[in-house]
């Protein structure tokens, strides 16, 4: 990217890419520690995560007053506009992932030390995969203005609706078959839910990478693939289950 002939309003613009790469790394590390202490049952992993998300707070409010006193500073326009534009946008995706991965780390709390099933929180862990790779997709089609890897991710999202919904179907035929099940089942059906959210915020993400390289807004109806709202439970005449 060529040099801005106002310097200043180069450095400024270095401040805000730099403090959305700390955002995103962090924001990728909650997420990737949260499913961890899911799976491992590890307590103090998932108080960290929570603990983690005052910085990513911090780092939201600081790229905001930075893109304020930059517009006001050096009144940019076009492209620049949208170079900060964007960074206020894709600032409040990431805070909200952490706020999600942060309620996920919560719901590990909620469930330690109680029963759970074997093998359960498997597809949990598949769809948190998917969702992570989609996230550093993202932020990596950020930081080199790549637009097809923005759409890429973009077409991904009903890949990820489509878990969600094999999940909460899964979880529902556990708690049919055992009563013990139901509190952990409907703490995983949160957990996921928040983990789908967060693939919905990588694609917020990824419009806005094709609003600052095109400068034009996409349009296209997203891909999705949540049949959670059409789901029934089927239940057997003879046996009531």
């Known amino acids: 990217m060529s040099a801005h002939i106002v310097s200043g309003f180069d450095e400024d613009l270095e401040v805000l890419r730099s403090s959305i790469a700390e955002m995103g790394g962090i924001s990728e590390k909650m997420l990737a520690d949260a499913v961890t202490a899911l799976v491992r049952r590890d ?21 905001e007053e930075q893109a304020i006193m930059t517009i006001a500073r050096r009144q940019p326009l076009a492209v620049d506009l949208r170079d ?20 996920c780390a919560k719901r590990t709390l909620a469930i ?3 029963f759970q099933p074997p093998r359960i929180v498997t597809g949990v862990q598949s769809m948190a995969d998917l969702v992570l790779e989609q996230l550093k997709d993202v932020l990596d089609a950020y930081a080199q203005r ?14 990820i609706d489509a878990l ?4 909460f179907r899964e979880l529902l035929t556990y708690m049919m078959e055992d009563p013990r099940n139901i509190s952990f089942c409907a703490h995983l059906l949160f ?6 959210r967060i693939g919905d915020h990588t694609t917020n993400i990824a419009e ?3 609003y600052l ?4 807004t996409l349009t296209a109806e997203r891909p999705k693939d949540d049949g959670t709202s059409q789901a029934r439970i089927e239940v057997d005449a003879a046996t009531g289950k």
């Open 213 to 216: 390289v095109t400068g034009q």
């Open 191 to 196: 957990y996921g839910k928040n983990v789908e």
């Open 84 to 103: 900060v534009v964007s960074a206020i946008r894709i600032s409040g995706d990431l805070e909200r992932i952490g706020d999600l991965a942060k309620n």
């Open 208 to 210: 806005t990478v094709h």
């Open 146 to 159: 790549d637009l097809e890897r923005a759409l890429d991710v973009w077409r991904r999202d009903d890949q």
């Open 112 to 114: 330690a030390g109680g």
């Open 43 to 63: 307590e103090v992993l998932a108080q960290r995560v929570i603990n983690a998300d005052n910085r990513l707070d911090a780092l939201q409010r600081q790229v």
């Open 164 to 167: 969600y919904t094999s999940l």
